[in-house]
Each structure stands twice: as C-alpha cells, then as structure tokens.
C-alpha cells in the first residue's frame, strides 16, 4: 500500500497536529501526567508511520486506520489539556496568547515557505494563514493539506474561549452536549471521518469531556477488577478507526477518550509504564515540529517513480525530519513560548477595557501535572 495513501483518503487525517502540549509539574509538586507525553509520542509515532510507510496490503487499510488513531489520540490530549488549562488558569487572555505563541510561528513560517514555492493563489494563502482551509471548498496545496488538523485546533480554542467569555467556567459544561450533538450529526449523515469541524469536533471535544470528568474524580483510582481496561480499549478503539469497523467509528471519540483517561487513572500501574519511557517524552517534545515538516519527504527528491528508490530513501529523510524538528524546538520554538509566558506573567494582565493586577507568584499555571506551553 502507498504510504500516502492515508493522506489522500482523509485529506490529510492524520496529521496528528501535534501542537505541542506538555506535561509539566504544578507548583505543588504534584506528580507528572508522564502517561500524556508517552500518548502524545504514540500520536506522531502513528501519523509517520501512516504517511510515510506502507503497513500492510491495501486491503488491511492498516495506514488509514494507523492514522485515524493517531488523530484520535492527539485530539483527545488537545481537548483534555486545553480544558484543564482554563479549569486551573481561568484567564481567557492568557490562554489565546500562549496558543497562539505555540502553534501561529512555526505553521506561518512553513506556510509561508511552501506556498510561496508552488505560487499558490492569495485564497490558499489567505485560509491556511487563517486556519479556515479545512472548511468547503478546501482551501490546500498537497504540501499543507495535512494542515487541516490545525485549522480545527485553533477553530476550537476560538469555540472554548468564546464559551469561558460568555458564561466563565459554566460555559466549559455545554462541551460534552456540543460532543453528543456533532456525533447524532454524523450518524444523521453517515460520516464515519471527515475534516469538517461540524463532522469531526467530537474528538476534540471528547477530550475537553474527559478533562471535566477528571477533574470531577480528582483523587480516586479505579477498583482492582477494572485495571485491565487499557488493554480493552485500545483493540477497541483500533477497530473503531478501522475502515471496517463501520458503526464503531461513530464511538471513535468516546473510545480515544475513555483509553487516556483509563491511563490517568492508572498511570503509576505495570499497564502504563510503557508510556514513561524516556525516549517517548522526546517525541512527545518535538512532535509539533514533526507533523508540520514531515510531508516534505514526500515529495521531490524523496518520492521517485520507483516505489524501491523511494523507500529505500524514507530512513534519510526521516533522519532529516527528526533533525529539523529537533532544531526547529530547541532553537525557534521554544523563543515564541517563552514570549507567549513572559506576556502572560507580566504584572499587568488587560482584561477587556479593566486591568488586573498579580504577582509572580500566582502566574504558575498548573493542573495535576499537566498544562499547556
């Protein structure tokens, strides 16, 4: 099977846009959430190898359904920790900023680059710049199709801090109805995968559901009998991305959702050490960086007629992304983070026409572990 036959399916699904959320430990010194890095590095893991190699005969449909899991995966992170985030740090002003610093500079930057070099029209430019581009008709390139995963991330964080500004922490509890609604939709439609927003948010928003369950059961851990849930639900959640699995794609977001949070649940467990491996928080790290540059090795030099040249060719340019994210992280990245932090913490935080101010010392965010760059 072509490696990218995932890509064309679904548009680009499994970008895994992975926008860098990390795990942190809270000013109390609680313990790290290292289960969400070892998923998060599973997430990218799972878009390469979907993109990038052929997993099987065609017919296995094991590269859409890799990739439909990646997607799921890093969703429903993105939901639960973004919730988290105002839960803790109930400041609509400081989460734009920080989101905005973490995933605006390196997606414009690659944007900008690519599009310029294939001399794509200024609507192209103008709805990836925007992060409308997922929306019909389209608005890609192949170069910034899998950039679609973006535009429903930052599409989210506009619905989230919209809903916080109208009804404060109230409006956070209307995410799992907005869940249920996009699900009976596509069960209405039939869509078992889609990029639209109205057709695909549920995973998203699954997370954000998850967030609110924990931190509604903040404290308590499962009973002995159900510590075999993980092993349950990731086959479950596999089918539930698989082509075949049919109806079961429709529980794709509940499944993605409940296989997390079953892992917070039990994280100091023997089922979930393979998620605190060392090597898994690098991916995890640099992961961001990965989704965004990794379709330029598909491409040019690295995608030759001949179907041997061109996986013989796939282990240097994986060595190259890896390099690039690495560099792009450790040396650009992290500069725009650390401004989006020093904004936030500045003294004087405007709050619509009011100013608000605080000291240092209550400018940590934190939630059990876990928060956003």
Same mark, same amino acid.
């Given at each position: 099977? #072509?490696?990218?036959?995932?890509?064309?399916?679904?548009?680009?699904?499994? #970008?895994?846009?992975?926008?860098?959320? +990390?795990? =942190?430990?809270?000013? $109390?010194?609680?313990?790290?959430?290292?289960?969400?890095?070892?998923?998060?590095?599973?997430?990218?893991?799972?878009?390469?190898?979907?993109?990038?190699?052929?997993?099987?005969?065609?017919?296995?449909?094991?590269?859409?359904?890799?990739?439909?899991?990646?997607?799921?995966?890093?969703?429903?992170?993105?939901?639960?920790?973004?919730?988290?985030?105002?839960? $803790?740090?109930?400041?609509?002003?400081?989460?734009?900023?920080?989101?905005?610093?973490?995933?605006?500079?390196?997606?414009?930057?690659?944007?900008? =680059?690519?599009?310029?070099?294939?001399?794509?029209?200024?609507?192209?430019?103008?709805?990836?710049?925007?992060?409308?581009?997922?929306?019909?008709?389209?608005?890609? =390139?192949?170069?910034?199709?899998?950039?679609?995963?973006?535009?429903?991330?930052? #599409?989210?964080?506009?619905?989230?801090?919209?809903?916080?500004?109208?009804?404060?922490?109230?409006?956070?509890?209307?995410?799992?109805?907005?869940?249920?609604?996009?699900?009976?939709?596509?069960?209405?439609?039939?869509?078992?995968?889609?990029?639209?927003?109205?057709?695909?948010?549920? $995973?998203?928003?699954?997370?954000?559901?998850?967030?609110?369950?924990?931190?509604?059961?903040?404290?308590?851990?499962?009973?002995?009998?159900?510590?075999?849930?993980?092993?349950?639900?990731?086959?479950?959640?596999?089918?539930?991305?698989?082509?075949?699995?049919?109806?079961?794609?429709?529980?794709?977001?509940?499944?993605?959702?409940?296989?997390?949070? +079953?892992?917070?649940?039990?994280?100091?467990? %023997?089922?979930?050490?393979?998620?605190?491996?060392?090597?898994?928080?690098?991916?995890?790290?640099?992961?961001?960086?990965?989704?965004?540059?990794?379709?330029?090795?598909?491409?040019?030099?690295?995608?030759?007629? +001949?179907?041997?040249?061109?996986?013989?060719?796939?282990? %240097?340019?994986?060595?190259?992304?890896?390099?690039?994210?690495?560099?792009?992280?450790?040396?650009?990245?992290?500069?725009?983070?650390?401004?989006?932090?020093?904004?936030?913490? +500045?003294?004087?935080?405007?709050?619509?026409?009011?100013?608000?101010?605080?000291?240092? #010392?209550?400018?940590?965010?934190?939630?059990?572990?876990?928060?956003?760059?």
């Amino acid at each position: 099977m #072509q490696a990218n036959a995932a890509l064309s399916l679904e548009d680009g699904l499994a #970008q895994a846009a992975h926008s860098g959320l +990390s795990v =942190v430990p809270r000013a $109390e010194h609680r313990p790290r959430l290292q289960v969400l890095d070892g998923w998060r590095g599973i997430s990218i893991l799972c878009v390469l190898c979907a993109h990038l190699q052929p997993l099987g005969p065609t017919r296995f449909g094991l590269n859409e359904s890799f990739a439909a899991l990646g997607m799921v995966l890093f969703f429903t992170l993105s939901g639960f920790l973004i919730t988290t985030t105002l839960l $803790e740090r109930p400041n609509v002003n400081s989460f734009l900023i920080r989101r905005v610093c973490r995933i605006v500079p390196l997606a414009w930057l690659y944007s900008l =680059v690519v599009l310029t070099l294939v001399h794509a029209p200024w609507k192209v430019f103008t709805a990836t710049l925007l992060f409308y581009a997922n929306l019909p008709p389209f608005w890609h =390139v192949p170069l910034t199709m899998h950039l679609w995963s973006l535009c429903l991330e930052m #599409q989210f964080y506009l619905l989230v801090a919209v809903l916080f500004g109208l009804f404060a922490r109230r409006g956070l509890y209307l995410l799992p109805v907005l869940a249920l609604l996009v699900t009976l939709l596509r069960v209405d439609t039939g869509k078992y995968i889609s990029i639209v927003p109205y057709e695909r948010a549920d $995973e998203i928003l699954a997370g954000a559901t998850l967030a609110l369950t924990y931190a509604a059961l903040q404290g308590r851990s499962l009973p002995r009998y159900l510590r075999f849930l993980p092993a349950l639900l990731l086959p479950l959640t596999f089918i539930a991305c698989h082509p075949a699995g049919v109806w079961m794609n429709y529980l794709r977001p509940y499944l993605g959702a409940a296989l997390i949070g +079953s892992t917070l649940f039990l994280s100091g467990t %023997i089922w979930c050490a393979p998620l605190r491996m060392r090597w898994l928080a690098y991916v995890a790290e640099i992961s961001f960086s990965l989704y965004v540059i990794h379709v330029v090795i598909m491409t040019g030099w690295f995608d030759p007629a +001949s179907k041997l040249l061109k996986y013989a060719r796939r282990p %240097i340019g994986l060595a190259l992304v890896f390099l690039l994210a690495h560099c792009s992280t450790r040396f650009y990245e992290s500069r725009w983070i650390a401004l989006g932090k020093r904004l936030t913490r +500045s003294r004087i935080v405007v709050s619509g026409n009011k100013s608000d101010w605080r000291g240092k #010392q209550n400018n940590d965010p934190a939630f059990n572990g876990a928060t956003a760059d």
